[in-house]
T-cell receptor, first 112, second 114 residues
Framework: GENVEQHPSTLSVQEGDSAVIKCTYS??????FPWYKQELGKRPQLIID?????GEKKDQRIAVTLNKTAKHFSLHITETQPEDSAVYFC???????????FGGGTRVLVKP | SAVISQKPSRDICQRGTSLTIQCQVD?????MFWYRQQPGQSLTLIAT?????????ESGFVIDKFPISRPNLTFSTLTVSNMSPEDSSIYLC???????????FGPGTRLTVL
């Protein structure tokens, strides 16, 4: 089945700086790659996703890039703010198409 | 986004007992899933809840321990059976719509087993 690895596990940045989280996946059949943000005690919330026919997608301060050849994708957050502090999870859908395999998560702390 | 609710939101149970968690989704949801999130960990898929038939379990999860029902399109239950402290986790249901790949999560049920 699919295996997703995520790095780093923790990330501390100064407010206003950029944050980058990287994920690799194993199943070349994966074609959908969502990113979730989970605040303490809350449910995971979808913040951005990308499909394999696209190399990059941007939504305001958040962008995701995908390299199908290398089987990795990354989340970029620019101009970080304290409210960006949370745990971020990447995921991939694998050959099954609609079952998600999650990365281990990245705890992001934005220091004011 | 889809509307997904769960109950109970939390519970504290004694070992050896069972707890049934309910998940209600809006009518636009087609696929339903159950996940476990152990303290400080990522999400692990337990099973896909199939309407009117047996759930499809992932490796490491079995029906005797985690029986799942989905009697209709918008409702599913997960039972955690014969609980031990190792079952202390957050259990989340999720759903996807026919119109897209996006998967939306319920608020979760925080289970503590003593």
């Amino acid at each position: 089945g699919e295996n997703v690895e995520q790095h780093p596990s923790t990330l501390s940045v100064q407010e206003g700086d950029s944050a980058v989280i990287k994920c690799t996946y194993s199943d070349s059949a994966s074609n959908y790659f969502p990113w979730y943000k989970q605040e303490l005690g809350k449910r995971p919330q979808l913040i951005i996703d990308i499909r394999s026919n696209v190399g990059e997608k941007k939504d305001q301060r958040i962008a995701v890039t995908l390299n199908k050849t290398a089987k990795h994708f990354s989340l970029h957050i620019t101009e970080t703010q304290p409210e960006d502090s949370a745990v971020y999870f990447c995921a991939a859908n694998g050959a099954a198409g609609n079952k998600l395999t999650f990365g281990g998560g990245t705890r992001v702390l934005v220091k004011p | 986004s889809a509307v997904i609710s769960q109950k109970p939101s939390r519970d504290i149970c004694q070992r050896g007992t069972s707890l049934t968690i309910q998940c209600q989704v809006d009518s636009q949801v087609t696929m339903m899933f159950w996940y476990r999130q152990q303290p400080g960990q990522s999400l692990t898929l337990i099973a896909t809840a199939n309407q009117g038939s047996e759930a499809t379990y992932e490796s490491g999860f079995v029906i005797d321990k985690f029986p799942i029902s989905r009697p209709n399109l918008t409702f599913s239950t997960l039972t955690v059976s014969n609980m031990s402290p190792e079952d202390s986790s957050i259990y989340l249901c999720s759903g996807t719509r026919l119109t897209g790949d996006e998967q939306f999560f319920g608020p979760g049920t925080r289970l503590t087993v003593l």
